[in-house]
């Protein structure tokens, strides 16, 4: 029988288990700072630029752990150097809330066409997919990568197996890229990057 406190108790839990997602919450209005970015990243986070990364649909830790990252110098800013150093906290927090809840890149139209099999070939080995996904979105501390620019994927790679960019995550990237040859690197991107 269905008493109340029976039924007060199934509202009760079904008020708890509505995913955030389903509550149809707008998306954070762009932090002001994020109109400086948006001349290399793109508007919206997404990129028109060579060898500057999209950011839309990042997980918002990878974003902030980056901007971290640079801003003490554990990862080579390269172009944002002057920038990075201007970001208090709260900016890092915002713009990594911002970018994660934009719609992400569309697949790259300009990607070369790639064999799968061959992508897979090299990728499969090196679980890839374990930590950024089988749909390659990332999560946590881990980078999206689908959609991506190819040629900011080919840099990446190659900074990780020279060392530029060691990473967190014990090294996991630095031990993955270190045996895969430029050919591997550039496959992999392209294919990457056709990912929707
Ligand atoms: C002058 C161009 C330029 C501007 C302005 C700029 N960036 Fe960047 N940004 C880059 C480039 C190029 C890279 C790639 C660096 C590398 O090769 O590792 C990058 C990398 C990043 C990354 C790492 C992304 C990843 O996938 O690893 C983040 C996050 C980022 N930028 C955020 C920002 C934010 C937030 C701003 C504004 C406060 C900003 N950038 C302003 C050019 C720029
Ligand atoms: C054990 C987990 C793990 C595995 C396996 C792994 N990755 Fe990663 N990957 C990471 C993490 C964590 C990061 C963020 C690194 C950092 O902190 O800078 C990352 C970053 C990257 C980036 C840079 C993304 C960006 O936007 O800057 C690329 C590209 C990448 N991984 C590609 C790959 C490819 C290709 C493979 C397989 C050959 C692979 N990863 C395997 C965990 C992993």
């Known amino acids: 029988m269905l008493t109340l406190r029976s039924v007060a108790c199934i509202a009760a839990m ?5 995913p955030a997602a389903a509550q149809n919450k707008p998306p954070p209005k762009a932090p002001a700072i994020a109109q400086t970015c948006s001349a290399c990243h793109g508007l919206k986070g997404i990129s028109t630029t060579k060898d500057s990364p999209s950011l839309a649909g990042q997980p918002d830790i990878f974003t902030q752990y980056q901007l971290v990252f640079m801003r003490d110098g554990q990862r080579p800013p390269g172009v944002m150097a002057g920038i990075v150093k201007t970001l208090t906290d709260e900016n890092i927090r ?8 934009l719609p992400p890149p569309p697949p790259f139209a300009k990607a070369d066409p790639v064999d799968a099999d061959k992508a897979n070939a090299v990728m499969g080995p090196r679980r890839c997919a374990n930590c950024h996904k089988d749909d390659f979105s990332g999560q946590g501390e881990t980078g999206r990568l689908a959609g991506q620019r190819p040629d900011y994927l080919i840099k990446a790679l190659k900074d990780f197996r020279s060392g530029a960019r060691r990473g967190r995550g014990m090294g996991a990237m630095m031990e993955v890229s270190v045996t895969l040859e430029d050919q591997d690197i550039t496959l992999i991107a392209h294919y990457l990057a056709a990912k929707p």
């Open 14 to 18: 079904l008020a708890v288990s509505v």
């Open 94 to 101: 915002d713009l990594g809330a911002y970018y994660a809840a």
